[in-house]
């Protein structure tokens, strides 16, 4: 069994360890670059950037999500699902869909017109389940990203 509740800034190594797991399933071993104190600052410092919330099982962390405030020119105040994480142990036990309730739960309660993220399109057992719980899948966009050396080359031909 579980718990879902608000992660502490105690959580975050325990987080961290979730995002270095997604990475790998995602085959971005080395992508991750933020550490635990980043998340702890980020998170709980005087400027909080997101929300995240964690699955307990058992004293150990099997799950997390992770959101923060948009704004869409369209749509007004929305927010943006970073990660929704379950452990290759609990996937198929209902804590995926536990962990999109809070957030939707969440967005409901700020009143947010819209909640996006973005899935691997390789994902397939992903997309089913957003899908099924009422997300569209917008097959059509690609995703845009100027990363730290994109943004230097960026702002060194301008």
């Excluded at 962390?61 to 992770?66: D, I």
């Excluded at 948009?70 to 990660?83: A, M, N």
């Excluded at 142990?89 to 967005?107: D, I, P, T, W």
Aim: charged fraction near 25%; hydrophobic fraction near 40%; charge should be negative.
């Amino acid at each position: 069994m579980y718990k879902i509740r608000e992660a502490v800034a105690e959580d975050m190594p325990q987080v961290l360890g979730l995002i270095t797991e997604l990475a790998s399933f995602e085959k971005e071993h080395d992508a991750v670059e933020v550490t635990s104190e980043d998340l702890v600052n980020d998170g709980f410092g005087n400027e909080k950037r997101f929300q995240c919330f964690v699955a307990e099982s058992d004293g150990s962390l099997v799950g997390m999500a992770l959101v923060y405030p948009r704004y869409s020119t369209w749509k007004g105040p929305v927010i943006h699902l970073e990660d929704l994480i379950v452990t290759e142990q609990m996937r198929g036990s209902g804590l995926g869909s536990a962990l999109l309730g809070e957030v939707v739960k969440y967005g409901h309660n700020l009143g947010v017109k819209r909640i996006s993220w973005e899935v691997i399109d390789w994902n397939e057992p992903a997309i089913t389940f957003y899908e099924k719980k009422g997300a569209r899948v917008m097959r059509d966009w690609d995703v845009v990203q100027l990363d730290e050396q994109g943004m230097k080359a960026f702002l060194e031909n301008i």
